[in-house]
């Protein structure tokens, strides 16, 4: 069981452990603010999973007898380069730090709750609360081991922008750069 305290900010999660692949998670289920009751979860992988804000998670994963994948790592160059009153476009750079390429990656970061992604470039993106979730496009599907994957979207909401306070790579939190 995986619960998330905050009530504003969601979290990305990696989970390994010997004895159990978390690429299989066999049941998944969620209670959060958005969702007031206990709903089933499709397509989740423990690797890469982000909670939503103020929610539980209960996942079932499959034995696999052999020790976990290891867990991607990577460093983050996140900058505004315009700005507006409530929207900003953001240029990132995604360096996989990992000993190992990354394949159908996902990028995850959480926006204040009043900001919303307007466009985005070199990923297919979609929001659901406050966590943005970025895909690789058809020609960017692997991020090899030191490679850096450039991105960008537009913001656009009330009040004074903030900019993403994290950023994960299949649900690993990458430290600034």
């Keep these: 069981m995986l619960v998330n305290h905050s009530a504003q900010t969601s979290e990305p999660v990696s989970i390994s452990y010997a004895g159990f692949d978390a690429a299989n998670v066999t049941s998944a289920e969620q209670f959060s603010e958005a969702n ?9 992988n423990a690797h890469g999973l982000t909670l939503p804000a103020y929610s539980i998670t209960v996942l ?5 007898g052999g020790a976990p994948a290891p867990a991607a790592s990577c460093t983050v160059s996140a900058g505004t380069s315009v700005s507006w009153p409530g929207g900003y476009t953001e240029n ?6 990992g000993a190992k390429a990354t394949t159908d990656w996902k990028v ?5 709750a009043r900001e919303h992604v307007t466009a985005s470039w070199n990923v297919a993106q979609s929001q659901h609360g406050t966590t943005v979730t970025a895909r690789p496009v058809s020609y960017d599907k692997t991020i090899a081991a030191g490679a850096t994957l450039p991105f960008g979207f537009n913001v656009s909401g009330w009040g004074t922008a903030a900019r993403p306070a ?12």
């Design 92 to 97: 990132v750079k995604i360096t996989n730090t």
């Design 60 to 64: 079932k994963l499959s034995s696999s």
């Design 166 to 177: 994290w950023y994960a790579l299949n649900g690993v939190r990458c430290s600034a750069n």
């Design 36 to 44: 007031k009751t206990l709903q089933h979860i499709g397509g989740v």
């Design 108 to 112: 995850t970061f959480g926006l204040p």
